[in-house]
C-alpha cells in the first residue's frame, strides 16, 4: 500500500492520465518529451534538487 501511494504521488496526475492514454502515450514518453514545467512537479523536485546540489557544492569547492 505504501508503494502505491508513493509511486501515485510521483507518477500520477490525473489530468496527465486521460491525456496521455487518449493520444496513446507511454509513461516515460509522456514525462520526458511530453510534460510541462509544473507537470510531474514532485518529480522533477526529486531529480533536480540533488543534482544541483552537487553542482553547486562542486564549483564552491573549485572556486
Not at 8 to 32: A, H, N, Q, T, W
Amino acid at each position: 500500500m505504501m508503494l502505491g501511494g508513493l509511486y501515485s504521488l510521483l507518477f500520477v496526475e490525473e489530468y496527465r492520465e486521460s491525456r496521455r492514454k487518449r493520444l496513446g502515450r507511454s509513461k516515460f514518453e509522456d514525462i520526458f518529451y511530453y510534460s510541462g514545467v509544473y507537470d510531474y512537479r514532485l518529480l522533477r523536485y526529486l531529480i533536480n534538487f540533488p543534482i544541483g546540489f552537487l553542482i553547486s557544492s562542486a564549483l564552491y569547492t573549485f572556486a
